[in-house]
């Protein structure tokens, strides 16, 4: 074989390489687009845009409020697999001076967590371990004290990472997906596979955040939750 036929060799296999790498890109991102397709008909005027690496962000109301769902992929695990975690924000008035915020399994690398970031430790609420992070403002202990068996309720799934309570709403950060392990030990890609956010599961966690919600603001009137398809509302 001649040198001109072995470069044109090497380009076309070179070629062919590259065409595979780039359709399994474009997969990989039709892939992460759809997580959250399941959980769309949950909203009203509902909104999807694309968020961090192709990550779906979907925004819109959900009984009257607002409410912001974001994929956040983390790949600062130490000796663990990337993970995937599902911010969901429920935008709520709540009274002025209930901040805090409860983090789970503490490591430093949680880019996502507002809790460390409060000004004041607190004393962990009943029910959760007593390794858990919790802070908050100065007044928090006491709307925590209100709200502590449904934040308690939120944190029982060890999945869930933080919830976190302001005056302008609510949020609770949880594993979603494990990445898979073959792509990130050869390719080190952030690949969660075809894994799609069950409706369900997104309801139950909703439902904890106006819980607390609930505890925080007694004399709110309960709002009901959004007609599933099928049903009357």
Known sequence: MTLFALFAVLAV????FGWLLQRERTALWRRRRAMLADCRPLFERAEQADGVAGFPRLAGDIAGRRVVVEL????????RLPQ????????????????????ARHSGNEFYARTP?????????????????????????????LAERAVADLMADARTKEVLV??????????????????HLLLRQCDFGDERFEPALFMR???????IARALSPATESIPL???????A
């Open 84 to 103: 995937l975690w599902l911010s969901l924000t429920v935008m709520a008035p709540l009274p002025a001076g209930a901040t805090f915020g409860v983090l």
């Open 166 to 183: 302001t005056p302008a709403g609510l949020r609770v950060v949880f594993q979603a997906a494990e990445g898979r392990r073959g792509q």
């Open 226 to 232: 959004p007609a599933r398809r099928g049903q009357r």
């Open 205 to 211: 966690l909703y439902d904890g955040l106006e819980e």
């Open 13 to 16: 296999g070179l070629a062919g």
């Open 117 to 145: 970031d409060l000004p004041a430790r607190l004393d962990p609420p009943a029910g959760l371990p007593e390794d858990v992070m919790v802070r908050g403002r100065r007044r928090g202990a006491a709307f925590l004290a």
């Open 72 to 79: 956040l992929p983390d790949t600062m695990t130490l000796k």
